[in-house]
Each structure stands twice: as structure tokens, then as C-alpha cells.
């Protein structure tokens, strides 16, 4: 048994080096020329080796967090993303987290134990194999919830709750096999199993760990194809669009003689009057184009373009105003945002006389923030009949997500949600930093 003993104290330290590698790596990001090299693992391997082992041959605790902070630096220094103050945050936020999980389970099992800090450290025994589990435990969800709370925007809250039941679970289950072996009172047999199940245990709360981040690499993929999903029919209805608007060319190119030779006729017969009518009925039946709006963004492109072809269907006025370039970052967000106003504010203009219905949307950015604002014509103010903006419909349930949906997204983004009325005009407003 002492040989596992040793063996348990040297996978311990490996077992910090292997952490903080890993999650260096993930919160980080490799560099470019490292992202498809073999021999990025190789190199992760040795660093691991070299700070699982290396500290710990010198015997001054100040000397070790020395040795442990500058190969984490350098290990991030020369094959990890980011500045240098955000390579030292993260490597001294993971060591705080070896001390302050090492402090909390031994002072933890001293309280709930009613033993001494010695006989918990006392290298050799069952106690001490059981507390080592129970921090590198504590160390995995620790660090896995880290990551959840850096990428919160992928996790639904069914995710968080079920990782914490089981983590808590795992963490119960080892503090009672902690209590039994602290009896003292094991063959060697009954030692060998239950250092057989803490080492389950740390296995299971890895193995949680890896599915955890394998969901969130789901649903980050699964965001992406969403934006690509809607790119792509922007593009299509665009081309579509492209290809209307130049079949119609082309028919009217066909049809213009026949137009300028019936206004020949007439003025020849001296109609003027009939000519010019003639003219206008054609002009506004015939020579009205359909406007195709184009931003830096293909998904608020698809957007534009799909709601003015609604607003064309339903005798709405739509114009749109585009200063400014989409944000980079939160382009499918923004696009959910300007979808769910105009649909609200189509949904308004049906409800008022045909030749009221108008809608404005502007897209620009103003002093470091990009705005996004949509105007719409109403009879009577929505604000003092329903200020909080609640769906009229019957099925509550089934409608009035949108502005619901609105208020959350903006919020995620540290915007702005702001609702005023001018006369017979309704705006909305929406401020992102830009």
C-alpha cells in the first residue's frame, strides 16, 4: 500500500500541472500557427510534467508558487492567445483556486471530521488518499463552472442546475467515505476499495467535466450555424431579389416603346391631359422599384429585405436609413432585435387605415454606440393604454414573446431599451455599444 500512497501524492501534483494546461488553453486560445500541430500536445504534455514535478523539488512553499507562476506564463507567453495581463490574471486566478480549494477541504474536514490538520495531512493513510480526491474534485467544478460563467451565454439554466446537483452529489458521497475511513478501523483489502471509489469519483466529475464542455462546444456550433443558416438565405433572398428587379428590367425595356409610342399618339392627337395621366398611372404601376438594403451584415441584411417585402405586400411605407457598420460581435443577436421590432411594428400598422401605415427604421452608430431605431405610425398612444407593452391577443401564452425576447437580448448585450411616442409616431430605440 505505501507504493500506491506515493503514487497518489506524485499524480496529485501531475494532476494541478494537467489542470492548468488545460484550462489555460481553453479560456486562452491557442495561437494560430499551434491550432492544427501535433506537436502542441507533445509540448502540453511536457509543460504538465514540468509543473506537476519540477516545484516540488525545492522544499520553500514561496519558491514552488514561483517556479508554478513562470511556467504557467511561459506556457501561455509562447503557444496561447491574449495579452500578457490577461495571461497572468488567468494563470493566478487558477492557482488561487489549488490554494483556496487545499484551504477550504481541510479546514472543511477538520470542522466536519472533529480530527486535527495533521492527521488529515499525515502522508500514507486512507484519510490523507480521501482528501486529495475530495480537492481535485473540488478543483474540476470549480474551474468547469469558471468556464460556464465566462461562455454563460450558451448554457440554458437546466445545464447549471443539473452540473451542480452533481457535482454536490459527488462531493457528499466522497465526505461520507472520508467519514468511514477516518475510523481507522480497515484491512487492507477494505482500504484498497474504497481508494478504488475516490479515484471513480474524481473519474465521474471529469468525465461530467468533458460532457459539460463537449454541450458547450455544441451549442456554440449550433449559434454558428444558426448565423450561417440565416447568411445564407439573406444571400439567396438577395440574388432573388437581384433577379426580380431584372427580369422586371428587361420586360420594361420591352414594353417602353410601346408606352412612348401610345404617348406619341396622344400628343400627336392633342390629348395632353390624358398623356400626363397616362404617364403617372404608369410611372407609380410600372416604374416602381423594389429597394434592396445592404449593410455589413448578412443576417441584418436578411432582415431589412424580408420585412420590406412584407410592409410591400401589406400597403405599408417602408424606409430604412443604414449610417452605420454592424458590430462584429452579436450580429445574429441584432438581427433577432430588429426582426422582432418591425414584425411588432407591421403587426401595429395593420391595425391602422391603409393610407397611415409607415414605418421608419434607422441603423447608425452615435458617439460609440450603435443604435437601432424603428418609427411607426399609430392613431392612439400605445403607452398610456398599455405601458408595459403587453400582447392584446387572447393566447397570452402563444404571443408577446417578442418584446420579451427584446428586452432579454439587450440586456445581455449591456444595451439600452427605450419606448416614446411623438404625436401619431411610436418609437423604439436600442443602443448596443458599439
Not at 169 to 180: D, K
Not at 344 to 373: L, P, S, T, Y
Amino acid at each position: 500500500m505505501d507504493f500506491i500512497y506515493k503514487f497518489a501524492e506524485q499524480m496529485a501534483n501531475l494532476f494541478d500541472g494537467v489542470g492548468a494546461v488545460i484550462f489555460l488553453t481553453i479560456v486562452l486560445g491557442r495561437k494560430e500557427n499551434f491550432k492544427r500541430s501535433g506537436l502542441f500536445y507533445l509540448l502540453c504534455a511536457v509543460f504538465a510534467g514540468m509543473l506537476g514535478f519540477l516545484p516540488f523539488l525545492f522544499e520553500d512553499a514561496v519558491v514552488q508558487i514561483v517556479v508554478i507562476m513562470s511556467l504557467d506564463l511561459c506556457f501561455s507567453i509562447l503557444f496561447l492567445n491574449r495579452r500578457f495581463g490577461s495571461k497572468l490574471f488567468f494563470a493566478a486566478f487558477y492557482n488561487m483556486i489549488l490554494l483556496f480549494t487545499n484551504f477550504f477541504v481541510i479546514y472543511g474536514f477538520v470542522w466536519l471530521l472533529q480530527t486535527d490538520i495533521e492527521t488529515l495531512c499525515r502522508e500514507g493513510t486512507p484519510l490523507r488518499v480521501m482528501t486529495i480526491v475530495i480537492n481535485k474534485v473540488m478543483i474540476v467544478g470549480i474551474l468547469i463552472f469558471a468556464i460556464m460563467i465566462k461562455r454563460r451565454k450558451l448554457f440554458e439554466y437546466q445545464e447549471w442546475l443539473s452540473a451542480l446537483f452533481m457535482y454536490v452529489g459527488i462531493l457528499i458521497t466522497g465526505s461520507v467515505l472520508t467519514n468511514i475511513t477516518k475510523t481507522g478501523h480497515l484491512d487492507v483489502g477494505e482500504e484498497a476499495q474504497l481508494i478504488c471509489i475516490a479515484i471513480g469519483l474524481l473519474a465521474v466529475s471529469i468525465a461530467i467535466s468533458i460532457c459539460i464542455y463537449k454541450l458547450n462546444r455544441q451549442n456554440y456550433y449550433r449559434t454558428e450555424n444558426k448565423i450561417l443558416n440565416m447568411r445564407i438565405q439573406g444571400e439567396m433572398n438577395m440574388l432573388g431579389k437581384i433577379e426580380e428587379m431584372y427580369n422586371d428590367n428587361q420586360i420594361l425595356q420591352h414594353d417602353l416603346k410601346r408606352y412612348l409610342t401610345v404617348v406619341q399618339g396622344m400628343l400627336y392627337s392633342g390629348e395632353t391631359e390624358q398623356a400626363i395621366q397616362y404617364l403617372e398611372s404608369v410611372s407609380e404601376s410600372r416604374f416602381s422599384q423594389a429597394q434592396i438594403y445592404f449593410t455589413n451584415s448578412s443576417v441584418v441584411n436578411a432582415v431589412l429585405n424580408d420585412k420590406a417585402e412584407i410592409c410591400r405586400k401589406n400597403g405599408i411605407s417602408y424606409e430604412a436609413e443604414i449610417t452605420g457598420e454592424v458590430p462584429e460581435q452579436g450580429q445574429i443577436e441584432i438581427g433577432m432585435i430588429l426582426s422582432n421590432l418591425i414584425d411588432n411594428a407591421i403587426e401595429a400598422e395593420m391595425k391602422e387605415a391603409e393610407q397611415n401605415r409607415k414605418i421608419e427604421i434607422g441603423v447608425f452608430k452615435h458617439k460609440g454606440m450603435f443604435m437601432i431605431r424603428v418609427e411607426n405610425y399609430i392613431e392612439k398612444s400605445v403607452l398610456e393604454q398599455n405601458p408595459q407593452l403587453m400582447t392584446e391577443k387572447k393566447d397570452s401564452k402563444k404571443h408577446g414573446i417578442g418584446i420579451k425576447s427584446v428586452r432579454k437580448t439587450v440586456k445581455e448585450l449591456n444595451g439600452t431599451y427605450l419606448c416614446e411616442e411623438v404625436g401619431h409616431i411610436f418609437f423604439t430605440t436600442i443602443l448596443l455599444p458599439g
